[in-house]
């Protein structure tokens, strides 16, 4: 199990794009594209606005879900991953400067802009969808 979570953690080593999933206020899923990235704890994170409907969302309900590797047709022979996890919001001033990057200036004046927070999300459970599988291999906390 340790060699699949290492194996994800080596693809989020630098950014991907994700859809994360969330529970609305009513009850209902919700999806939207992040772009994610994990440290070496296996904790994931994503940058947020800090008044965004997520943000509620997971306020109500940490339970997030995401699913990243494929981005279009030529990509369907690469593995790709779902992740189960907690996500909590994070607007301390020393977390938001560890993750800033410059691709954040299209949304966020600087790591100190209140709107800026960070969603850190710590999986449960991952499967590593391998092409020609059907049987995924699954890591769990």
């Known amino acids: 199990m340790a060699n699949i979570r290492q194996k994800v953690i080596d693809m ?3 950014p991907q794009l994700s859809n994360l ?15 994610i990235q ?5 904790d994931i994170h994503c940058a947020v606005c800090v008044n965004s409907r997520k943000i509620k969302q997971i306020e109500r309900n940490p339970e997030v879900h995401l699913t990243f590797g494929i981005h279009d047709s030529r990509d369907v022979n690469k593995p ?10 994070v607007t301390d001033e020393q977390i938001k400067k560890k993750f ?4 954040l200036l299209a949304i966020f004046s600087g790591p100190q802009d209140p709107k800026y927070g ?9 499967e590593l969808n ?3 599988s059907l049987i995924p291999e699954v890591w769990e906390k």
């Open 38 to 42: 994990a440290e070496d704890n296996f």
């Open 118 to 126: 960070i969603i850190m999300i710590e999986p449960y459970r991952v």
């Open 80 to 89: 790709y991953v779902q992740i189960q996890g907690k996500a909590k919001i």
């Open 130 to 132: 391998n092409p020609g």
């Open 100 to 103: 800033w990057n410059e691709m």
């Open 12 to 14: 989020l080593k630098f």
């Open 21 to 35: 999933a969330t529970i609305t206020l009513d009850g209902k899923p919700w999806t939207r594209y992040v772009m």
